[in-house]
């Protein structure tokens, strides 16, 4: 299914190097994120452009919206990546969302909203400022460009984010925010 709103942006090279330092401790853990290079970039270029927010620095958490599930996960991430791009708590930011339709159940920590599609189990989102850089297309490119992007998103939906996200904080649930690359 072609995304409503597709990121079509590229992978940044750089900022993947830069990562890949800060999370991986070991040779074996740098291969697994090597070899998942394809699947960020395709992520990035094609999947479904979503909301999420900053909730918190310490721990750096950010709530990612899906309107396919009308619902939120919350990412982990390390602090760095906060300092590094500047972020505060509320600081809203986009994703590059992939779907998951394997038949079962949505996953353990999804809990899918009243407006939820119901044709996914799951979806991998990839926060686009931490990855991406280059121009595609009519999107501007760069870190500006992305910074920008939160804004095709009316502040109804960032309202159900919001509200979401404050559900979501009472569960206590969060993933690794790089979950998809290992």
Known sequence: MPADNPSNVK?????FYQVRKLVCKTVKEQMA????????????????????????????IVSAYSDEFDAVIFLR???ELAETYGLSAGDRLVTACNYVADGGKPAGDLFPGPSASGAYTDFVPVVQ???????????AGGDDGIRARPSIFGENVWS?????????AQKGLSRDGFFYMK
Do not use: H, W
């Open 11 to 15: 992978l940044k090279y750089k900022k």
């Open 33 to 60: 994120y090597d070899m998942n290079t394809q699947l960020l970039g395709n992520i990035l270029l094609k999947g479904d452009t979503q909301p999420a927010v900053v909730c918190s620095l310490d721990p750096f």
């Open 77 to 79: 991430f390390p602090k």
């Open 129 to 139: 400022l931490f990855f991406a850089g280059k121009k595609q297309f009519l999107f």
């Open 160 to 168: 159900r984010v919001d509200e979401l996200t404050r559900e979501y």
